[in-house]
């Protein structure tokens, strides 16, 4: 059960466009359609943004989007918005009914 | 509206014991997974435990494996962790969390889209 490797930061201006990547193994983002990814806020609770690799929870803002390819995730946030700096972590089936999260991603919009 | 709230953190010797509680509101409890997950200060998430909807199977992570039980009641709409031999590297914040869909079989597959704020859990002698 090792966690997903993802960039410790990335950074953006308002309006511009950021991607965050989460790599995993052929035995978790690589072997299931079930990457999700949670905003965190400082001090408060995970949010679900994205569920199995591309959907959008009902009241998530389309400039949230998910993607993968092959062993890769990405989350990708268009038209950056202050209120977006948050820590974003990724989340994949590992199979044998294991969950796995990436370290996280610290994004800072400048 | 749908809500989840943690109780039961707090300060405990290692070696000892603790249960941690979430009272469930707002949604049909029965009907949903449940999960545990916990993060270290200034760290990541890290998932912990899954209890199946009807209570019928539980998983846990390598590392509480033996040592912390996931359990729930229907008539009180309360999830449970009752955590064994704790170790310092058990501190951390543990939020409950709800699967996204009812009547899964899945451990937090489909996304977990209702979590508590977080009872706090320090080891320390």
Known sequence: QSALTQPPSASGSPGQSVTISCTGTSSDVGGYNYVSWYQQHPGKAPKLMIYEVTKRPSGVPDRFSGSKSDNTASLTVSGLQAEDEADYYCSSYAGSNNLVFGGGTRLTVL | ?125
């Open chain 2, 1 to 125: 509206q749908v809500q989840l709230e943690e109780s039961g953190g707090g300060v405990v010797q290692p070696g000892r014991s603790l249960r941690l509680s979430c009272a469930a509101s707002g949604f049909t409890f029965s009907s949903y997974g449940m999960h545990w997950v916990r993060q270290a200060p200034d760290k990541g998430l890290e998932w912990v435990a899954v209890i199946w909807y009807d209570g019928s199977n539980e998983y846990y992570a390598d590392s509480v494996k033996g040592r912390f039980t996931i359990s729930r009641d229907k008539s009180r709409n309360t999830l449970y962790l009752q955590m064994n031999s704790l170790r310092a590297e058990d501190t951390a914040v543990y939020f409950c969390a709800k699967d996204r869909l009812r009547l899964t079989i899945s451990p937090g597959i489909y996304g977990m889209d209702v979590w508590g704020q977080g009872t706090t859990v320090t080891v320390s002698s």
